[in-house]
């Protein structure tokens, strides 16, 4: 399955960081590959959110980046 390696890579980061947004990066990697991207810009574009500092503790926020990124379709 295409998404386990990236499971594995929020456990490993969960280890070293947040578990909540450890959890939160693969889920919306999953949710990014779901939606068509390929694994490799999935995981670019969540990166660049958290890079950014869109990782919040509001889920609304999450919501609000996941919209923002299908706008760019």
Known sequence: MQISPWIRH???KAENK??????????????????GFDARTSHQIVESW???EMFSDKDSDVKVNIEDEESLD
């Open 10 to 12: 929020g456990l490993d």
């Open 18 to 35: 947040n578990y909540k947004q450890a959890m939160e990066e693969i889920a919306l990697i999953s949710y990014l590959m779901g939606s």
């Open 50 to 52: 958290e890079v950014r």
